[in-house]
């Protein structure tokens, strides 16, 4: 199983409202890409020039631009959802997660039970190399009253 694994907080339960929660999880993913899926994925990246001019031009969504450096490693993407669907997302490479305030209070407010579902990713220069992996199994808790 490649899946990360949540380990806080445990399955049902409840957790204090009065300070964020910081949430881990432990990934599951091998630490280093075997050299035959990076020559998969760089073949997979690549595509005649014309192609690009027609995705251009059918896109239905505008393409958005990071000014940072080429992301490789592993990224993990939060899902927290209640009964009325999706409350918060997070992405990031750490395998711990504490919301801001805004982020808190959208929990907060969520009608319990909530569930988080993690999803691993390993990127290589901004290109996926691996997964995404999640696992079959959310993690349930709520928010003490």
């Known amino acids: 199983m490649r899946a990360p694994i949540v380990v806080a907080p445990m ?5 204090p409202r009065a300070a964020p929660y910081t949430f881990r999880w ?33 896109d239905l969504l ?9 992301f490789t490693g592993i990224g993990y993407a ?26 808190w209070t959208a929990l907060q407010a969520a009608l319990p039970p909530i569930e988080l579902t993690v999803l691993a990713t390993r990127f290589r220069a901004n290109a996926v190399a691996d997964g995404p992996f999640g696992s079959s199994v959310v993690r349930r808790f709520s928010l003490a009253p």
């Open 11 to 15: 399955e049902g339960e409840m957790l």
């Open 26 to 58: 432990r990934g599951q993913l091998a630490a280093r890409v075997p050299a035959s899926w990076v020559r998969v994925a760089e073949r997979a990246s690549w595509a005649p020039a014309w192609t690009e001019t027609l995705r251009r031009s059918i």
């Open 78 to 103: 939060l899902t927290f959802r209640s009964t009325a669907g999706i409350v918060a997302r997070a992405e990031l490479s750490a395998s711990e997660f504490t919301p801001d305030a805004t982020t």
């Open 62 to 70: 505008p393409s958005a631009w990071a000014h940072c450096a080429p």
